[in-house]
């Protein structure tokens, strides 16, 4: 499975790019409820983070680990990968592109696949449609979380 949507934002990329220092990953991903970190690297690449994810009752845990990372005026870029349960590779990143002051452009991608026969199973149960309705809500998050941070500011 593989993603790509964007959207853009009135906001500051500041704003957004806030949203996702670390710190802040359980505001814009309320089923992350824990991440620390374990090993950090200056400049990000090579920095990993012990996350705890809950769906229903049941939590996972695994370690996430940043494998590229861009801080600019004019851009900013996180890309995280980890592995899920021992069956799900996951790569995705973060994009944000200044288009004016108040103005940020959004792109998140990525993907997921099956890392061994239960893995690749379950991803060929999956719907496209939910999985597409997981990256939009995401998206909605960031946007209204960035709305409420600049309105505050």
Partial sequence: ???KEERTIEANIE?????????NMPVI?????????VHIEEGGVGSKYRQKYQEGKRVETYIVETVGYEDTDEKKFKQLNFTL??????TFS???EKVTESTTRFIYEGNNRG???VGRAL???????NNQKVVNDFMDRVEEEALKEEART
């Fill in 94 to 96: 973060f994009t944000l």
């Fill in 85 to 90: 349960a021992k069956a799900f590779d996951i």
């Fill in 15 to 23: 704003t957004v790019w806030n949203l996702f220092r670390e710190e």
């Fill in 115 to 117: 890392v061994n026969f």
């Fill in 1 to 3: 499975m593989e993603w």
């Fill in 123 to 129: 991803m060929k149960l999956g719907s496209k449609k």
């Fill in 29 to 37: 991903m309320p089923k992350v409820i824990e991440n620390e970190p």
